[in-house]
């Protein structure tokens, strides 16, 4: 049977011309993602994250090293494939209803069939009392809600997720990653979820991948195998002891004096 949501990098390498000559985005990366499986992506600012991220979107064009999903090599932005960034990339002038209609449009449904899904994805969401509202008048958890209603509408195979809730306060957050871990269980897309956030990859991910300073490359991976929904200090749990290596990870190096 043919695996659904298989991403693979491999020896991946990005450099970008600078003033100086070429700059190193990300140094050679490997990274095997499994179907339906959610991984935590997280390192230093400026590491390589959003730039790993968008070459498995087809947004950036790896230097060396190919990228695969199912086995096929990536050439351009494919179908199969959804992402959500920080900002919500809504259309102002659109309604919540019509904005997630619009991520629906090239795949040239019928008109009906286009209304349903995206209606549905709204009620999966917990919006379709708000589906005729424009961004404007909705919060942000609720303008980041119509994003993954809009992504999750089309039922991508591979969902790219680049620091979704950076932006939302703190109690927000915390609603919004019981609601994406519920759709996501429902959806079952392969999630790559970039964050600066420890604790939220802690929570939401089956696999957390930490990457160093830049030129960033993967330096540490932890399996998490304790059950949703986590506490970092439930009695018995080794999420704290992970939380601080990767921490320990993550603090800058003091230059030498």
Request: glycine share 8%.
């Given at each position: 049977m043919t695996q659904q949501g298989h991403v693979r990098v491999e020896d991946v390498?990005?450099?970008f011309k600078g003033k100086e000559g070429p700059v190193t985005a990300l140094a050679p990366t490997t990274l095997d993602l499994a179907p339906e499986t959610f991984t935590a992506l997280i390192g230093p600012s400026g590491c390589g994250k959003s730039t790993l991220m968008n070459a498995i979107g087809g947004f950036v064009e790896p230097s060396a090293g190919?990228?695969?999903l199912d086995g096929v090599p990536l050439d351009g932005p494919p179908e199969q494939i959804g992402v959500i960034f920080q900002q919500?990339?809504?259309f102002p002038w659109f309604t919540a209803l019509d904005n997630v209609r619009f991520g629906l449009k090239r795949f040239r449904l019928p008109k009906a069939e286009e209304i349903d899904r995206a209606r549905g994805a709204l009620e999966e969401v917990g919006l379709l009392s708000h589906a005729d509202k424009y961004p404007q008048e909705?919060?942000?958890g609720m303008k980041q809600r119509v994003a993954i209603a809009r992504t999750f509408a089309f039922g991508p195979k591979v969902l790219l997720m680049d620091e979704p809730f950076g932006?939302?306060?703190a109690q927000t957050r915390i609603v919004m990653h019981e609601l994406l871990l519920g759709?996501?269980?429902k959806h079952r897309a392969t999630v790559l979820f970039v964050t600066h956030d420890?604790?939220?990859a802690l929570l939401l991910a089956d696999d957390v991948r930490v990457m160093s300073a830049?030129?960033?490359q993967l330096i540490r991976h932890h399996a998490l195998t304790e059950p949703r929904p986590r506490a970092l200090g439930r009695a018995g749990s080794d999420m704290l002891a992970i939380r601080e290596e990767i921490m320990t990870l993550l603090r800058p190096t003091q230059p030498a004096e």
């Open positions: 390498e990005i450099r190919r990228i695969t919500y990339a809504l909705l919060s942000g932006a939302l306060d759709v996501w269980q420890v604790d939220e830049a030129p960033g």
